[in-house]
């Protein structure tokens, strides 16, 4: 019986036939070759498993009714025979080093939760910056190591450049299947909490930036952002010590307005006055927010 892999590369895909190629080529075109892959069609309705074919002999490929990405990344890993796990997006691209980078950190680390590295836009330079982690913080997250505050202020985790280990991933329940967007920082979160998590200064993806990305969807976004540190604070009470009461409302009351904003912007007048209320309600030391709500309130 032949050994297993060393690492499980699980892409979930859905109606992505047009750039999921691309991102298996770049997969297979990996250095380090002792891998499996696995493919989860998550109900696409366009040419995806028509675009697989030619990939068949290296590949496994599983089919599920539409349940969204968390769940076909979790019946992904269930199938996988690897002690290590790279979960990648079905439209963006690996750097021929991805997984020997990863790997060769990991297998001197196993007691590590997760590894993860950087990445820069396929389509050059977005945000005025180079990498999607500005270079002077990737420099301090590899010197200093990962604390709390780095996840917990900005979402830095791209999974598109993890590598997570198979036992941790069980033991803190996987993906959260109720989450579309917000999965990866859910999962970032929980394995933090339970497991060393390390990161590498080096880019090791290419993230591709199309009208069809789901992290577009701002209200959703910010929605599941929200919920997502709730859950957080809910199960981790020890986070608002770490982190100083201040910081955690500081951080939520911002993500109500950034919601009330976008909700305003769209139209969602009732909507926009709730979320600046919640906002208010948590930090209502900001002025900015309460002369937000005196002008919608003064519109209506």
Known sequence: ?????????????????????????????????????????????????DALRVFAPRLRYFYQDNQGPSTARNLGVRNAQAPWVAIQDSDDLCLPNHLECLYGYAKNHPQCGMVFA???????????RETIIPAKKSRRLAQAGVQLQDLFGKSIVRLQAALISRGAYDAVGGHDESLRICMDLD??????????????????????????????????????NICVIQKLLRDYPKVRNVLGEGKVRKRLAYR?????????????????????????????????????????????
């Open 256 to 300: 109500y307005y950034r919601l009330a904003k976008g909700r305003w912007k769209r139209g969602n007048r009732k909507g926009a006055r709730e979320a600046i209320r919640e906002a208010i309600a948590i930090y209502p030391l900001s002025l900015k927010y309460r002369l937000y709500r005196l002008q919608w309130n003064a519109s209506a």
């Open 187 to 224: 999962l970032s979160f929980r394995l933090f909490m339970n497991f060393p998590v390390a990161y590498l200064g080096e880019i090791l993806f290419c993230y591709r930036k199309h009208e069809g990305n789901i992290g577009r969807n701002e209200d959703l976004r910010l929605t599941e």
């Open 1 to 49: 019986m032949p050994n297993p892999p060393a690492v499980s590369v699980v892409i979930a895909t859905y109606n992505r036939a047009k750039f999921l190629p691309q991102t298996i080529e770049s997969v297979l075109s990996q250095k380090f070759q002792d891998f499996e892959l696995i493919v989860v069609d998550d109900g696409s309705t366009d040419d995806t498993k």
């Open 118 to 128: 950087n990445g820069i836009y396929l389509g050059g330079p977005e945000h005025h």
